[in-house]
């Protein structure tokens, strides 16, 4: 069936409109279908936890925002379609050109980390404002050394990779997401491939921008502690949909699904 | 029975060593023609645009299956019934740099797949163009890789001058040609060139060697 694109707003416009949201989108590889229908609205400054067993579609949230076409529905970010274009008054699917560029506003960290192992931490971190944003080096240099600092791994800047612990390196990684100035920051499982002893210097800097900057945030996680003491909302998927979201107090505490309570308590007990 | 004679041998060693330096830059030449044509034949199978994509992958396909001899004889004597009139060295040149682009671009691609994908990713998250995507993240991470390769063809490449003697390149092994024609001796012209051939190819492997773990250590890749 053909979605019929009339039924969407151009752009999303009022104070109180959403920085991100999903309209009716549905993701599919081939004929698997990975998520259905997903409707999501995320405020300005809102920290959203996602949690979900493995394959629930976590991962491809993010990646919509991300990397990927959709194939029903439309994604807003900032008031604008970042999954189409406006010709002639109607939404059109975007060309690569629109896509790349309504998705500056987005910056993202992996599990992996996925820094360029070629360059040092600084370079890493200028990469992307002097290719992409056209910054002066002198400027994009400042503005890294700036987050580096703030990350707490300044006295590393001329390190390459290879040489930096996991934590240190998912560190970098958060910088030189920041130095694109996102408003919109997407972590999927950034502490997931962490040894257990550094997995705090990283949700520090994490908490530091919750506190600090007014991003907006999604955040896969399976650490269900720290979803709980950060994210102003839990969305819990499942099967490709949102099964529950609410408070995080109120999901963790009080969840009202049979499935919720069946992951939690799964979670828990693996603990 | 072994009548070696050592004042031939050093009358004809500067002509040889002359010709050693045009097999050198026979070699060379065609290498860097290959190593520019071959980035763009990988580059050209991994665009979204099919037709050419298959295209090109066929014609990699037919250079690598067809003997290198037959593809010297066809830019020299086929070409000017097309119009193409090059003289020996340019037919050669061409005609090496074309068959061993093909061989690259498979070392390039192979290069080009063993980089995480991960890094692809990482760049999309950064807005960056296809073209600095390629050019300063992808590409600099999979020369390493493809260094061994690389420097197996260039040895490959020097190794195969001696077929541009059949156009009439002044290469080596045409020049150990005439001079075992002048003299009828053709002992100590053929022994030097395989001598000369076996003193460049040895040492080069190391070196490739070498240059790899250099390189690596440049780009802070260990
Ligand atoms: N590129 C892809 N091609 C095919 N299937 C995919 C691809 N990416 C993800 N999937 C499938 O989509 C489903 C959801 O994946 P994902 O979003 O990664 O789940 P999660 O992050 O919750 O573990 C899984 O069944 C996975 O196998
Ligand atoms: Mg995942």
Redesign the pocket.
């Known amino acids: 069936m053909m979605d019929d694109l009339t039924q969407y707003p151009l752009t999303l416009e009022g104070a109180d409109a959403p920085m991100v949201s999903f309209r009716n989108v549905t993701k599919r590889?081939?004929s698997?279908t990975?998520l259905e229908g997903l409707d999501l609205d995320v405020a300005e400054g809102e920290m959203i936890a996602i949690i979900?067993?493995?394959?629930?579609?976590?991962?491809?949230?993010l990646?919509m925002l991300m990397l990927e076409r959709i194939q029903e529905g439309v994604i807003y970010v900032d008031g604008k379609p970042i999954t189409h274009q406006a010709k002639n008054g109607k939404l059109v699917p975007a060309s690569d050109r629109y896509l790349r560029r309504a998705r500056e506003p987005i910056g993202m960290c992996f599990q992996h980390f996925n820094l360029f192992p070629h360059m040092t931490a600084l370079q890493n971190c200028m990469e992307g404002p002097v290719q992409v944003l056209g910054m002066s080096r002198r400027d994009a240099r400042e503005r890294a050394e700036d987050l580096l600092e703030m990350v707490g791994m300044i006295d590393k800047k001329d390190q390459h990779p290879s040489r930096l612990s996991g934590g240190q390196q998912q560190r970098v990684a958060i910088a030189r997401a920041l130095a694109m100035r996102p408003k919109v920051m997407l972590f999927?499982?950034v502490t997931s491939a962490l040894d257990p002893e550094v997995i705090g210097e990283v949700t520090n800097v994490i908490k530091k921008l919750v506190t600090e900057h007014n991003l907006t945030m999604l955040m896969?996680t399976h650490q269900m502690g720290f979803a709980r003491d950060i994210s102003d909302r839990v969305c819990f998927?499942y099967g490709?949909r949102i099964e529950e979201q609410g408070k995080p107090a109120e999901l963790f505490d009080n969840p009202q699904r049979e499935r919720t309570q069946q992951f939690l308590s799964a979670v828990k007990s693996a603990d | 029975m072994f009548d070696w004679r050592w004042d031939f041998t050093w009358e004809i060693l500067p002509r040889l060593f002359e010709a050693t330096l045009n097999t050198m830059i026979a070699a060379g030449a065609g290498y860097a023609i290959a190593v520019v044509l071959g980035l763009v034949l990988a580059l050209a199978q991994r665009t979204p645009w099919r037709v050419l994509t298959f295209v090109v992958r066929e014609v990699v396909e037919f250079i690598r299956s067809t003997p290198l001899v037959l593809q010297i004889f066809f830019v020299f004597f086929v070409g000017p019934q097309f119009g193409i009139r090059l003289d020996p060295w340019t037919s050669g040149m061409i005609a090496i740099g074309l068959h061993y682009s093909a061989y690259l671009s498979e070392v390039y691609r192979g290069g080009i797949e063993s980089v995480a994908k991960g890094q692809w990713e990482a760049c999309a998250s950064l807005s960056m163009s296809t073209r600095d995507t390629y050019f300063r993240i992808i590409i600099p991470q999979a020369l390493p890789p493809s260094l061994a390769g690389m420097g197996n063809y260039l040895v490959g490449i020097f190794k195969d001058t001696p077929m541009l003697s059949v156009i009439g390149v002044a290469e080596l092994m045409h020049t150990a040609n005439a001079i075992g024609s002048e003299n009828y001796r053709f002992l100590e012209p053929y022994t030097l060139v395989g001598v000369i051939f076996l003193a460049i190819s040895l040492p080069a492997a190391g070196l490739i060697r070498v240059f790899e773990g250099w390189v690596r250590k440049k780009l802070g890749m260990q």
Do not use: H
């Open positions: 590889y081939g698997l990975v979900g067993p493995s394959g629930s579609g976590k991962t491809t949230v990646r999927d499982e896969v998927f490709g």
